[in-house]
């Protein structure tokens, strides 16, 4: 079983940065895809980011060049900084972890392989 927690959510101004961390524990491997989905009120989630197996980063188009997303293998922790944040990013952000082997980092943020996720509970994110 994985845990997953994550932190540093919060408010902040359009323009402003936050830096989201999410600690695992449990049975996480390192081949694990991880990364970070957001779920904006009356909208699907959305998959922003993940780190593959060998470090390799993806984003999806709507953070591209804003947000980047990092890992700390020995510290079994994620973490996702956000910088020029709008009022469009405000969402719940999740920290989600996946047993998939490969460079599917980005067919993972479309669902791929969901069903075998583990998430987080969430943390908010609200930019005024």
């Known amino acids: 079983h994985v845990q997953l927690v994550e932190s540093g959510g919060g408010s902040v101004q359009s323009g402003g940065s936050l830096r989201l961390t999410c600690t695992a524990s449990?049975?996480?491997?390192?081949?694990?895809?991880m990364g970070w989905f957001r779920q904006a009120p009356g909208k699907e989630r959305e998959g922003i980011a993940a780190?593959?197996?060998?470090?390799?980063?993806r984003y999806a188009n709507s953070v591209k060049g804003r947000f980047a997303i990092s890992k700390d293998a020995a510290k079994n922790t994620l973490y996702l900084q956000m910088n020029s944040l709008k009022p469009e990013d405000t969402a719940i952000y999740y920290c989600?972890?996946?047993?998939?082997?490969?460079?599917?980092?980005?067919?993972?943020?479309?669902?791929?392989?969901?069903?075998?996720?583990?998430w987080g509970q969430g943390t908010q994110v609200t930019v005024s």
């Open positions: 989600a972890a996946s047993p998939l082997v490969g460079p599917y980092g980005l067919s993972w943020l479309e669902g791929l392989g969901d069903e075998h996720n583990y």
């Open positions: 449990g049975n996480i491997k390192t081949h694990y895809i």
């Open positions: 780190v593959e197996q060998d470090g390799s980063t």
